[in-house]
């Protein structure tokens, strides 16, 4: 098939990852697939280009350039001839409306239980999307409830698809081998059990939640490194949240928690720690970090968001949201089983991420979507 893909950029973002999986899963197939960025933002673009996608990005700046963004779109449409226009993220998805492609398919990538939470121009974009979302010739949600949450402020269109993200499992470190290599990567020592925490800084990601949650771990067990990664996750940017703990301060010392920033390398990092935490407060469709996990052998705690529930299938290490001290009961339960018992549940969830969640699934549902989004115009 010819696909064009818009989005907003490839920084390093859920949406923005499994887009790339989808597309190179498509360059593999011989389909003829490009991405267009609105943004310069491209951290992503060498997984593109190692994966043969060619991408163009737009580049505009702020809501300003949004007329320019449309027009060029337009002219690349009218070059490209693609059969489908799959958008993805609100911004994209209505610049791709604009551009009038001859089918379009919207991609909604997160739940939405209100728009407080949202910056104004973004609030504005997500309704003028329940407006209009009658327009294109389908939409695709990566979750249920993302789905019924859009549905409740006006979203509806006559093809409405819930499709979850895709994985290779091949791609990700699985192992001993995997483990001791990461773990050298990172410094870290062999005996330690190591907790990790991956998202960008933003409140929906609830980085003070989870540091309430293991400030007194990290005081009782001496055993356990604390690593968290993700843009602007540092000691400035968390300077309020860290200060409230001395214990924090302490093992930041000792190098017991780690800030490690943005790391573009988090697919072979993974099997270097024993545990990994989503403290999502909401926006979570279809956490990618705990499917990245589970699919690198890795056990997962999360917060009850998005598809968290199903993806981690043990009620035991699925707690409310913006209850830290639930958060810390799950961990510490899960430190507290036997290594053959943490082992056992990792494997389960490798099996189910490669049963359940595999790329070449996922592209085989998205073509089908398209085709009936085709046959609909």
């Known amino acids: 098939m010819r696909v064009v893909h818009v989005i907003n950029c490839l920084s390093l973002g859920g949406a923005e990852r499994q887009l790339l999986r989808l597309a190179a899963e498509q360059r593999r197939d011989g389909d003829a697939v490009t991405i267009v960025t609105l943004l310069d933002k491209d951290t992503l673009r060498p997984d593109a280009d190692a994966a043969g996608v060619p991408v163009r990005a737009i ?3 702020s809501a300003l350039g949004f007329p320019r963004a449309v027009l060029r779109l337009r002219g690349w449409l009218r070059e490209l001839e693609p ?6 993220l609100y911004y994209a998805n209505l610049v791709a409306l604009a551009a009038k492609p001859k089918v379009l398919v919207w991609n909604i990538r997160q739940t939405l239980p209100d728009l407080a939470g949202e910056r104004l121009l973004m609030r504005r974009a997500i309704r003028l999307g329940a407006r209009w979302s009658g327009l294109p010739h389908g939409i695709v949600c990566n979750a249920r409830e993302g789905l019924e949450q859009h549905r409740a402020i006006g979203y509806a269109n006559a093809i409405e698809e819930i499709i979850p993200n895709g994985f290779d499992v091949e791609r990700f470190g699985h192992g001993n081998e995997a483990t001791r290599t990461a773990r050298a990567t990172l410094d870290l020592p062999a005996d330690a059990v190591v907790v990790a925490h991956a998202a960008r800084r933003h409140p929906m990601k ?7 949650a293991i400030a007194p771990l990290l005081e009782r067990r001496r055993e356990l490194v604390v690593v968290m990664m993700g843009r602007e996750v540092d000691e400035t940017h968390l300077s ?3 200060a ?3 214990a924090l301060s302490r093992a930041l ?3 017991r928690l780690r800030l490690l920033g943005e790391r573009l390398d988090l697919e072979s990092l993974y099997p270097a720690f024993d545990l990994v935490v989503s403290s999502s407060a909401w926006g979570e469709a279809f956490p990618n970090v705990l499917a990245e996990a589970m699919a690198s052998g890795v056990g997962v705690v999360a917060t009850d968001v998005g598809e968290s529930r199903a993806l981690v299938e043990d009620p035991a290490r699925v707690v409310p949201p913006s209850r830290p001290d639930l958060l810390r009961a799950a961990i510490d339960a899960w430190l507290d089983r036997s290594e053959s018992r943490r082992r056992a549940d990792a494997e389960l ?11 070449r699934a996922v592209l085989e549902r998205y073509r089908s979507l398209w085709r009936r989004a085709i046959e609909a115009r």
């Open 83 to 88: 059969q489908v226009v799959q958008s993805w």
């Open 349 to 359: 969830g490798r099996g189910r991420i490669a049963e359940r969640y595999s790329i």
């Open 240 to 242: 309020a949240d860290l």
């Open 244 to 246: 409230r703990h001395a």
């Open 59 to 61: 580049g505009v700046r």
């Open 253 to 255: 010392a000792e190098r």
């Open 206 to 212: 609830d980085h003070a939640g989870f540091l309430e």
